[in-house]
C-alpha cells in the first residue's frame, strides 16, 4: 500500500495493524534504529518524564501535564491506549493534535526506517516523539506502554521517571508475581536520575534495582506521605514538612495516591522544572481524564472506569462501598481473555445488584459465555447478555430508577462503546 503525508490517518493506521507480524513485540532494537535516523530533525534536547505502572500511570500523566501547563511550560504527552479517537494518545498543551501532524509524522517515519519492521504502538511512540521534536516542547511526559524494560518509550534516557503502582497484570509479557513485574517496570530508571514510585508496598526487587544504579529514588511511605481530610488533603514529607493541597478533579481516594507521587515528583525535579505552589492548586483542579471514574450521567448516577485487573478492580469496589446511592448498583462489564476474570469480579460480591454483559469488538475479548458463567458461580447474581456493549449500555439505562447507580467497567474498549453509545 502506497502511502504518503497526504493520506488519511485511518489509512496510515490501518495499514500499521497489518505490517508488522506481531501485535505485541517487545524489545528497543528496531525501534531504536529507527529513532537514531529520524531524530536528526530534534531542534533540542527535551526533558523527559517517563511515567510507568500497573495501574494510575494514565491519572499521574494527566496531573502532571496540567501543572506543567499552568506553570507556563509548553508540553508534550504521549499516552496510550486512546478511548475514542487516536489523536488521543498525543497531546500538545492539553489539546490532541490534528490528523494532518500524524500523518505527516508517520511519512517521515517510514522512510526512515526503510527496511525496519515497526509495530502499531512504535509507529504511534516514534510519531509522539518526532512531533515533540517538531513543536520544540519544552518537556514531554511518556507513558509506558506495556511493563517498562522493553518498552518502546524506554529508548529514551528520561530526566526523571515516576511509577505509580506495582501489581499483578500482563504476566504472558512481564512475569507471573509481583516481584518480576517490578523489576521489568524499574527499567525505566537511570543511573543518577531522579525518580518516584507512588506504591507503598513495592516489591525489594525494584529497590534494589534502583539502589544498584544509583537512582535517586523517592518512595511512598519512607519518603513522602500523605494524609486525607474533609476539602483537602496533605503531603507530609520526610523532614516533618506538612502542605495542603486541594482535593484532584478526579474522583476517588485512590487519587490521592497518585496525586502525591506526582507533587513529590515535581518536589524532586524542581532545580530543572521550577514552579509555583500555585500551579500545583490549579492543576489538581483542573485536570480532566475520560475513563477514570467518569460521571457521564445524574439520577440515575452512571460511570465510566478503565478498571480491568484485579487491583483496579479493588480500587473501584472501595469507590461504589463508599458511594452514597439509596437504589440498585448495576454493571456493564466485558473483558480481555488475557486478564484473569476470577479475581477482577472477586471484590464485587455481594455489591452488584445485576450484570449487564456484551463481547467487545477485539480478537482478545473473553466470551460472554465465560464471564457469564464466572458471574453466575463466582458471585451468584443475576445477569443479561446482550449483543453488544452499547446495546448493554442502553439495556441498563431503560431499566433504572433515579436513585439507582449503574457503573460500567472491565476494559478501554467497555468505555469507548458507552461513550459511542450516549
Known amino acids: 500500500m502506497l502511502l504518503s503525508d497526504t493520506s488519511s490517518l485511518d489509512s496510515w493506521l490501518s495499514w500499521q495493524e497489518q505490517c508488522h507480524p506481531i501485535e505485541i513485540d517487545l524489545g528497543l532494537q528496531r525501534v531504536a534504529s529507527v529513532y537514531q535516523r529520524l531524530k536528526s530533525n530534534a531542534a533540542k534536547r527535551v526533558f523527559t518524564?517517563?511515567?510507568?505502572?500497573?495501574?494510575?500511570?494514565?491519572?499521574?500523566?494527566?496531573?502532571?501535564?496540567?501543572?506543567?501547563?499552568?506553570?507556563?511550560?509548553?508540553?508534550?504527552?504521549?499516552?496510550?491506549?486512546?478511548?475514542?479517537?487516536?489523536?488521543?494518545?498525543?497531546?500538545?498543551?492539553?489539546q490532541s493534535v490534528a490528523d494532518e501532524l500524524l500523518t505527516a509524522s508517520f511519512?517521515?517515519?517510514?522512510?526512515?526506517?526503510?527496511?525496519?519492521?515497526?509495530?502499531?504502538?512504535?509507529?504511534?511512540?516514534?510519531?509522539?516523539?518526532?512531533?515533540?521534536?517538531?513543536?520544540?516542547?519544552?518537556?514531554?511526559?511518556?507513558?509506558?506502554?506495556?511493563?517498562?524494560?522493553?518498552?518502546?518509550?524506554?529508548?529514551?534516557?528520561?530526566?526523571?521517571?515516576?511509577?505509580?503502582?506495582?501489581?499483578?497484570?500482563?504476566?504472558?509479557?512481564?512475569?507471573?508475581?509481583k516481584s518480576a513485574i517490578a523489576l521489568e517496570k524499574a527499567g525505566i530508571f537511570r543511573a543518577n536520575q531522579k525518580a518516584v514510585c507512588g506504591d507503598k508496598n513495592v516489591p525489594q526487587s525494584l529497590l534494589d534495582y534502583a539502589r544498584s544504579i544509583d537512582t535517586d529514588l523517592w518512595l511512598a511511605g519512607r519518603d513522602f506521605n500523605y494524609q486525607s481530610q474533609t476539602g483537602s488533603w496533605q503531603i507530609v514529607a520526610v523532614n516533618g514538612c506538612v502542605i495542603d493541597y486541594p482535593l484532584p478533579a478526579l474522583k476517588g481516594e485512590h487519587q490521592l495516591q497518585n496525586a502525591a507521587a506526582v507533587i513529590s515528583l515535581l518536589a524532586h525535579i524542581a532545580a530543572d522544572l521550577p514552579l509555583s505552589k500555585e500551579a500545583v492548586d490549579a492543576g489538581l483542579i483542573a485536570v480532566n481524564l475520560p475513563g477514570r471514574l467518569q460521571q457521564i450521567g445524574a439520577k440515575p448516577d452512571v460511570f465510566l472506569d478503565v478498571a480491568h485487573n484485579p487491583e483496579s478492580a479493588r480500587t473501584l469496589a472501595k469507590f461504589l462501598r463508599t458511594y452514597p446511592r439509596t437504589g440498585r448498583v448495576c454493571a456493564v462489564f466485558s473483558i480481555l481473555e488475557d486478564k484473569d476474570l476470577n479475581k477482577v469480579l472477586q471484590p464485587f460480591i455481594g455489591l452488584i445488584d445485576h450484570w449487564h454483559i456484551a463481547p467487545l469488538t477485539n480478537l482478545r475479548a473473553q466470551t460472554t459465555d465465560v464471564i457469564a458463567d464466572n458471574v453466575s458461580h463466582v458471585l451468584n447474581q443475576p445477569y443479561t447478555v446482550y449483543g453488544s456493549i452499547g446495546?448493554?449500555?442502553?439495556?441498563?439505562?431503560?431499566?433504572?430508577?433515579?436513585?439507582?447507580?449503574?457503573?460500567?467497567?472491565?476494559?478501554?474498549?467497555v468505555v469507548e462503546a458507552c461513550l459511542d453509545a450516549l
Not at 525496519?116 to 509507529?123: D, I, P
Not at 520544540?136 to 511526559?141: A, P, R, Y
Not at 431503560?398 to 457503573?407: C, G, Q, R
Request: glycine content about 10%; hydrophobic content about 40%; charged content about 20%.
Open 49 to 94: 518524564i517517563t511515567v510507568g505502572g500497573t495501574n494510575g500511570k494514565g491519572s499521574c500523566v494527566a496531573m502532571l501535564e496540567a501543572i506543567l501547563i499552568h506553570a507556563g511550560y509548553q508540553v508534550g504527552v504521549y499516552s496510550t491506549p486512546h478511548i475514542q479517537r487516536y489523536n488521543e494518545r498525543v497531546r500538545l498543551n492539553g
Open 107 to 177: 511519512h517521515r517515519i517510514n522512510q526512515a526506517r526503510t527496511t525496519t519492521s515497526l509495530s502499531y504502538f512504535e509507529f504511534g511512540t516514534l510519531a509522539a516523539l518526532d512531533i515533540f521534536a517538531q513543536g520544540e516542547v519544552d518537556v514531554q511526559i511518556l507513558e509506558v506502554g506495556l511493563g517498562g524494560r522493553l518498552d518502546a518509550v524506554n529508548i529514551i534516557d528520561a530526566d526523571a521517571a515516576l511509577i505509580s503502582s506495582i501489581d499483578v497484570d500482563h504476566t504472558a509479557w512481564l512475569g507471573s508475581d
Open 391 to 413: 446495546e448493554a449500555y442502553k439495556g441498563v439505562l431503560a431499566s433504572l430508577d433515579e436513585d439507582d447507580l449503574v457503573i460500567c467497567f472491565g476494559s478501554f474498549y
